[in-house]
């Protein structure tokens, strides 16, 4: 195949398959950060194998994507361990979009809400796997609730008590410590 062509080709191929593939492979890492590598692995191979033996059909290119980072994985880590989770009862009510409700709009300065965001994902890092890829699929990758479950082959309830949990810690963590607070008291002490 010409390469000017595969490079066209492969373009077309990336830009509609990079979030499916991205959220198949993060969903099935023990380490959010080794995802990059993966996926560069497995958009190489397939480039390689679109200049040595020519286009295929969009469908394919994504099964042949996810073959590849599926035997990517295996290599770099063997068989994933299914994490033991505790599941709670309670369900509460609470708002999707809570990171955003952390980092808010309330400051002029967007700096800081930068900043605030930066260590709400920090945090967020420093909690298990589990739960970092479950912060990762909903809220870097748009993905719903439900979504983010299949994805990783949860229970709905798993997935919502994990984020839910973790966004009472956040609260509790950037909101000084207040729950019942409705406006964010964020980072006033370092405004003063």
């Known amino acids: 195949m010409d390469k000017q062509i595969a490079d066209k080709y492969f373009g077309e191929i990336y830009d509609k398959s990079y979030k499916e593939l991205s959220t198949y492979v993060i969903a099935r890492i023990k380490n959010v950060d080794d995802a990059k590598d993966l996926l560069q692995i497995t958009y190489t191979s397939f480039y390689k194998r679109l200049l040595n033996k020519g286009a295929i059909p969009f469908e394919n290119a994504v099964q042949y994507l996810k073959t590849t980072a599926k035997h990517e994985l295996g290599r770099h880590y063997g068989y994933l361990n299914k994490q033991a989770i505790t599941v709670s009862i309670d369900d509460e009510e609470k708002p999707q979009d809570v990171l955003e409700e952390l ?90």
């Open 103 to 192: 980092a808010g709009d309330s400051f002029e300065d967007s700096t800081l809400d930068e900043l605030l965001l930066s260590d709400i994902w920090k945090y967020i890092k420093g909690k298990d796997s589990l739960t970092y890829r479950i912060f990762v699929l909903r809220y870097s990758f748009d993905l719903s609730l439900q979504e983010t479950a299949d994805r990783l082959e949860l229970p709905l309830c798993a997935v919502s008590n994990r984020i839910y949990r973790t966004l009472d810690e956040l609260r509790i963590k950037f909101n000084e410590g207040s729950k019942d607070n409705a406006e964010p008291q964020r980072l006033e002490k370092s405004l003063g």
